[in-house]
């Protein structure tokens, strides 16, 4: 025996077992507060958020709908919903980067992040006669400023919405189109990315106005050859360039489906066909997105 206590055998004294209880006080006290100079946890980062998102191509539209939305809103604007969906237009040369988009129902705000993805179209080189039309003489520079500078200011108009989606097509036999967002050589040169969609048709087949609206442009362009702009109200615009004959003049209204011109091959172009694009507010977008049922764009749930 060495005289020491069997702790296996006898209760320790009263004063070990408060040293004990303070000690593991102590130590519960400290594995609950946040370290110094390191902030605590919060629920937020434990818990994914809830903001719905989805990542798109730009050049696209993305819709988000809910019951009672009232209001829609993108970059400082908002507009009225189509029902009770609001459809966000992303343009084509839009960054990659996350979009943060809004939606109220009432005078509740939500909001919902768009990542807009890296450019994914293709290359396209194209071969033209006539040089004259990739490097331009100081005349025909100023006139196409001239024109751009015009069809520019046409992207702020917001008249009251008089289309529904989707929309009609432009052509009464639509053929397989595209090339949208391509980014284009002209003999070797770098020029604008492709923002409508080509359809080939023979020359002088009618084109048709996708939707009612006004014509706001009719003119003979440097680039775009004999062209139709329509405003179709809530910011949209449908374009019809290189036709052969304008069937319209500025201020003429027009319903769905009426011929507003025919397709050729005036201006820039290599063959005849209907080059057909839109802005919506201001945003160059795929036409193909407008031209098919809106269940099937990109959509943000809840």
Same mark, same amino acid.
């Given at each position: 025996?060495?005289?020491?206590?069997?702790?296996?055998?006898? *209760?320790?004294?009263?004063?070990? @077992?408060?040293?004990?209880?303070? @000690?593991a006080?102590?130590? /519960?006290?400290?594995? &609950?507060?946040?370290?110094?100079?390191?902030?605590? *946890?919060?629920?937020?980062?434990?818990?994914?958020?809830?903001?719905?998102s989805? +990542?798109?191509?730009p050049?696209?539209?993305?819709?988000?709908?809910?019951?009672?939305? &009232?209001?829609?809103?993108? !970059?400082?604007?908002?507009?009225?919903p189509?029902?009770?969906?609001?459809?966000?237009?992303? #343009?084509?040369?839009?960054?990659?980067?996350a979009?943060?988009?809004?939606?109220?129902?009432?005078?509740?705000?939500?909001?919902?992040? $768009? @990542?807009?993805?890296?450019?994914?179209?293709p $290359?396209?080189?194209?071969?033209?006669?006539?040089?004259?039309?990739?490097? /331009?003489? *100081?005349?025909?520079?100023?006139?196409?400023r001239?024109e751009?500078?015009?069809?520019?200011?046409?992207?702020?108009?917001?008249?009251?919405?008089?289309?529904?989606?989707?929309?009609?097509?432009? /052509?009464?036999?639509?053929? !397989?189109?595209?090339?949208?967002?391509?980014?284009?050589?002209?003999?070797?040169?770098?020029?604008?990315?492709?923002?409508?969609?080509?359809?080939?048709?023979?020359?002088? &087949?009618?084109?048709?106005?996708?939707?009612?609206?006004?014509?706001?442009? !009719?003119?003979?362009?440097?680039?775009?050859?004999?062209?139709?702009?329509?405003?179709?109200?809530?910011g949209?615009?449908?374009?019809?360039?290189?036709?052969?004959?304008?069937?319209? !003049?500025?201020?003429?209204?027009? #319903?769905?489906g009426?011929i +507003?011109?025919?397709?050729? &091959?005036?201006?820039?172009?290599?063959g005849?066909?209907?080059?057909?694009?839109?802005?919506?507010?201001?945003?160059?977008? #795929?036409?193909?997105?407008?031209?098919?049922? *809106?269940? @099937?764009l990109?959509?943000?749930?809840?």
């Amino acid at each position: 025996m060495n005289g020491l206590p069997d702790a296996g055998t006898k *209760p320790a004294p009263p004063a070990r @077992r408060r040293w004990r209880t303070l @000690r593991a006080a102590v130590l /519960l006290a400290a594995l &609950t507060l946040p370290v110094v100079g390191q902030s605590a *946890p919060s629920e937020d980062a434990a818990t994914p958020s809830a903001e719905p998102s989805v +990542v798109v191509a730009p050049g696209k539209v993305v819709r988000w709908g809910g019951p009672g939305t &009232t209001r829609c809103g993108l !970059a400082g604007e908002s507009w009225e919903p189509a029902g009770e969906t609001c459809f966000y237009p992303l #343009d084509l040369l839009a960054e990659a980067a996350a979009v943060t988009v809004e939606r109220w129902a009432g005078d509740e705000r939500r909001t919902a992040r $768009v @990542r807009v993805g890296e450019y994914p179209y293709p $290359v396209q080189h194209i071969e033209l006669e006539n040089d004259s039309q990739v490097h /331009l003489s *100081p005349a025909d520079l100023e006139r196409a400023r001239r024109e751009t500078a015009r069809v520019e200011a046409l992207w702020s108009l917001r008249t009251p919405r008089r289309f529904a989606l989707p929309l009609g097509p432009p /052509l009464a036999k639509l053929p !397989a189109g595209g090339r949208f967002g391509a980014r284009r050589f002209f003999n070797g040169e770098p020029r604008s990315p492709h923002s409508g969609a080509d359809y080939a048709a023979p020359q002088g &087949t009618p084109v048709l106005a996708v939707a009612p609206g006004r014509v706001v442009l !009719a003119a003979d362009h440097f680039f775009s050859g004999k062209s139709v702009f329509l405003d179709h109200g809530d910011g949209l615009l449908s374009m019809y360039f290189h036709l052969s004959g304008l069937a319209v !003049a500025e201020g003429d209204e027009v #319903d769905a489906g009426e011929i +507003v011109g025919l397709v050729g &091959t005036t201006g820039r172009a290599t063959g005849a066909h209907l080059h057909f694009g839109l802005r919506w507010r201001g945003a160059r977008i #795929d036409p193909a997105d407008l031209l098919r049922s *809106p269940d @099937r764009l990109p959509a943000l749930g809840r």
